[in-house]
Nanobody, 120 residues
Framework: VQLQASGGGLVQPGGSLRLSCAASGSISRVDGMGWYRQAPGKQREFVASIIWGGNTHYEDSVKGRFTVSRDNAKNMVYLQMNSLKFEDTAVYYC???????????????WGQGTQVTVSS
């Protein structure tokens, strides 16, 4: 099982980016999916999450600006980021709580990270 994140880049303050993350491999079920980020010199922090049924949860600083969504048929999770700020600059990591085929307990898997830089 692996997760592949994409969509990062350089954007000006106030701009938008859409991150994507695809889970692949021997997957029986993907439960929660979400995004974390890690800025230089800081610990990795929670950004947003979404469960199979669509309920979402956001870190306070991104509420109203970021939207997390998923495509259950494709095992993908997305993060639409609007009104980006300098402080959103970080490496963004996706994760998924995945039940591998032939197993009975889900495990959390992480993507490799994608860089988001907000700069003028």
């Amino acid at each position: 099982v692996q997760l592949q994140a994409s969509g990062g880049g350089l954007v000006q303050p106030g701009g938008s980016l859409r991150l994507s993350c695809a889970a692949s491999g021997s997957i029986s079920r993907v439960d929660g999916m979400g995004w974390y980020r890690q800025a230089p010199g800081k610990q990795r922090e929670f950004v947003a999450s979404i469960i199979w049924g669509g309920n979402t949860h956001y870190e306070d600083s991104v509420k109203g600006r970021f939207t997390v969504s998923r495509d259950n048929a494709k095992n993908m999770v997305y993060l639409q980021m609007n009104s980006l700020k300098f402080e959103d600059t970080a490496v963004y990591y996706c994760n998924g709580d995945i039940l591998k085929t032939g197993t009975y307990v889900s495990s959390r898997y992480w993507g490799q990270g994608t860089q988001v830089t907000v700069s003028s």
